[in-house]
C-alpha cells in the first residue's frame, strides 16, 4: 500500500468534518510578559533589532540548526520531487471553497475560496511535492494519530493545545532565537516552551475584537461600532429589541469563550490578564480582570446579547452575521474574510467590518499576535518536504492576506487586507493601543498547569462552568454563579498549592 492509499484510509477512518477554521493566532494560551503596547500589525514588526538581525544562531555548514529548522536554500529540493505530504487543517474553508447558497437556497461551496488548496497546487508545479489536504474539524480528530506518532498525518494546524501537547505531539520546528531572526519579537507569540517553537506561525493579525455587518447596524441608528461599553451595550440593546441577535458566539463548541481572555486584558489595560491569575487568591471573582471579564460576558447572555438558538456549526454563526440575522462577532482578523465570502449574493462583501473592542474603563485596546500555525507532527517520516512547504507559505503574502492575515517573515513584502484599516486608523490617531500578546513564560505555563491540575483548562471549563451556570430561562438569578465562583477559586489556590507554584 502507498503512502497516499494509507493516508486516504486513515482521512476516511477520521471522518474529518468539513468545517470552517476556528481562527489560530497564538495570542490566548501563549501569551510578552511586560504588558506594553506594541505597533500595529500592519506596521513595522514590533522587534527593535529585527531588521538588523544576524542569521539564525547554531546553525552548520549545510544551515541546519541544531534544532532541525532549515530554510528553502537549505533543502535539497530535487531529492523531493515526486513525494508527497498530508496536512490536516481545521480550516475547512480554504481547503473547500467558502460555503454559500444559490438563489434556491442550497448549499455549494465557492471554490475560489479553497486558498490553501490553490496554494498547494502552486507548490506540487514549482517543487514536484503533493500536498494531501485533509480537513479536521477539531483536535479529537486527530489526537489518536498524534498520540501513535502515525506517519499518515505530516503537518497539522489545529492551535488549541497545551504546551505539554504541543511538546508531545510536534517537533521543535526551530529555537525562538532562530524565529526572531526572521519574525522579530512576534516570535513570542509563536506556540513555544520557552527555548523551541513548535508551530511556525509566519504571519501577524489583529486578535479579537469587534466584527461587525454595517449594514445591520444602521438598522438601529448606528454608523459604528461605540467605544464605550455603556453605548455598546446600549447597541446590543437596540439590536435585540429589533429582533436581531447581537452578538453571534456559537456556544455549542466550548473554544468561543477562549476570547475571553484577550478582553479580559482589554479590561484590564494590559496583557497579562490569564496568566496573572498566577497572582491572585480569588482569579474567578470581580476583582480580577479574568473573572471581571466572565461575569461581564455572563451578564451579556442574562440581557440576551449572545444568540437567541443554537447554532449547528460555526457555519452557521459566521451565516448569521453574514445575512445580517446577527449584528457582530468578537473574534479576530481570520473570520472577516470568510464572513465576506458568506455574504448573501448581491451583498457587498465590505460591509463586514472589523474594529476595535470598546473602552471597559481602562482605555481602548487590541491584541496583536503571530497568526497561522502549521506544525510537523513527530510521526512526520517526510520531515524536509514538510518543512519546504511551510517555509513555502512564509513567502506567500497574497495567501496569507487572502486569509486575513499579514506575512511578516523578513525580507518578504506583506500585503495588507483592507479589513485593518479602521483598527489601523484607531491606532495611528492614538484613540486605540496595540497590546502585544503575552510571551510563553514559567508564568503562563504555570498558570495553565494550575487550571489543568484543578481540572479547569481543558474545554475552557474555567470559563465555561460559570458562563453556563446562569440560567436564563429563569428570573436571573446569580446565586449559583457566585456558587461556582466560590468552587473555582478554592480550586485554583488549591491546585497552586498543591503544585508549589507562584508567580515569578
Known sequence: MDKRTFRAI????????????CGSTGSST??????????????ETPAADAGNAEPAAASDAQGTSASGFKRIADIDTAALKGTSITLYTHGGNRVLGEEKKDADGNTYR????????????KFESEYGVHVDLQVNSTEDDIRPLLQTNDPGIDIYTSPNWSIEEW??????????????ALYGDYA?????????????????????????????????????????????????????????????????????????????????GSNDAYPSMLKSDAPFSSDHPMGKTIRMYTEWKSRGFFEADTYTDFGVAMDVVGNGKA???????????????????????????????????????????????????????????????????SESPQYLADSG????????????????????????AGTCK????????QNSINNENVLSEANLLADVKYAGNLFDSLDVTKDPDWSAYDAQVEKQNKAYVEAREDLGVSWQ
Open 110 to 121: 465557492d471554490e475560489s475560496y479553497a486558498y490553501l488548496k490553490h496554494l498547494a497546487e
Open 10 to 21: 486513515c482521512g476516511t477512518i477520521l471522518a474529518a468534518a468539513m468545517l470552517s477554521s
Open 30 to 43: 501563549s501569551q510578552p510578559a511586560d504588558g506594553g503596547a506594541a505597533p500595529a500589525p500592519a506596521a
Open 405 to 428: 492575515y499579514i506575512a511578516m517573515k523578513e525580507g518578504v513584502t506583506p500585503v495588507v487586507p483592507d479589513l485593518y484599516k479602521l483598527i489601523d486608523d484607531a491606532v495611528a
Open 188 to 268: 513570542t507569540t509563536m506556540y513555544n516552551d520557552g527555548t523551541n517553537i513548535y508551530a511556525l506561525m509566519p504571519a501577524k493579525t489583529y486578535n479579537n475584537a469587534v466584527v461587525y455587518n454595517e449594514e445591520t447596524i444602521k438598522k438601529v441608528g448606528y454608523d459604528s461600532i461605540p467605544t464605550t461599553k455603556e453605548e455598546f451595550e446600549n447597541l446590543c440593546q437596540a439590536l435585540r429589541d429589533a429582533g436581531i441577535d447581537p452578538i453571534a458566539m456559537h456556544r455549542v463548541e466550548n473554544w468561543p469563550l477562549s476570547t475571553i481572555q484577550d478582553f479580559a486584558n482589554y479590561v484590564a
Open 327 to 393: 449584528g457582530m462577532m468578537l473574534f479576530g482578523a481570520w473570520v472577516v474574510p470568510q464572513i465576506q465570502g458568506r455574504c448573501p449574493e448581491g451583498t457587498d462583501p465590505s460591509v463586514i467590518k472589523f474594529a476595535p473592542a470598546p473602552d471597559f474603563g481602562a482605555g481602548q485596546y487590541v491584541m496583536a499576535a503571530a497568526a497561522d500555525s502549521y506544525a510537523i507532527s513527530k510521526g512526520c517520516d517526510n520531515v524536509d518536504a514538510a518543512r519546504l512547504f511551510i517555509e513555502y507559505i
Open 167 to 180: 511538546q508531545q505531539y510536534a517537533i521543535p520546528y526551530c529555537t525562538i532565537d532562530e524565529a526572531k
Open 434 to 441: 496595540v497590546l502585544y500578546s503575552y510571551a510563553t513564560d
